[in-house]
């Protein structure tokens, strides 16, 4: 029964060890089959923290959050502090920038004929939600409001 349920929890999306350690334990699986079955998995290679915490943090671009904002998430899904540390050092030290540049650059179409005032609090308040620092918000909303003022003073062409 223990497998099975670590099992289904699997196809749905990947799992760290603690996830499925709690799923078990709210099915009343006892402690003994729970290790045995987890042991199991990650022998086979289903469970991997590490792949996990790899995969994870290469999603969060899609999901334009911050670097920080993704170490969160994965502290709460039980991810060891070690083998997050060792994922991050393989990651590039500006991806949180870029990441917030691609979202900004999305984001700032929407404000589009707002008082720049107005444009600046509500793309920093975006970026900020997603856990950038202070130091990304204030830089890359600078540099995307400026360029979307830039497009808005180009004349447009006469037909």
Request: no cysteine.
């Amino acid at each position: 029964m223990a497998r099975e349920i670590a099992l289904r929890q699997l196809t749905v999306r990947a799992r760290t060890r603690v996830e499925l350690e709690r799923a078990l334990a709210r099915k009343n699986v006892p402690a003994a089959a729970t290790q045995e079955v987890l042991d199991r998995l990650t022998d086979v290679g289903l469970v991997d923290d590490a792949v996990f915490a790899r995969d994870w943090l290469a999603a969060g671009e899609r999901r334009h959050k911050s670097r920080r904002a993704l170490l969160a998430e994965l502290a709460t899904k039980g991810v060891e502090r070690d083998v997050v540390e060792a994922v991050v050092a393989e990651l590039d030290g500006d991806n949180d920038y870029v990441v917030a540049r691609g979202f900004a650059e999305r984001k700032a179409t929407s404000l589009r004929g707002l008082d720049p005032q107005v444009q600046y609090r509500r793309l920093a308040g975006a970026l900020a939600r997603r856990g950038f620092s202070a130091s990304v918000v204030a830089q890359v909303s600078r540099e995307v409001l400026a360029e979307l003022a830039d497009l808005d003073d180009v004349p447009e062409l006469a037909e």
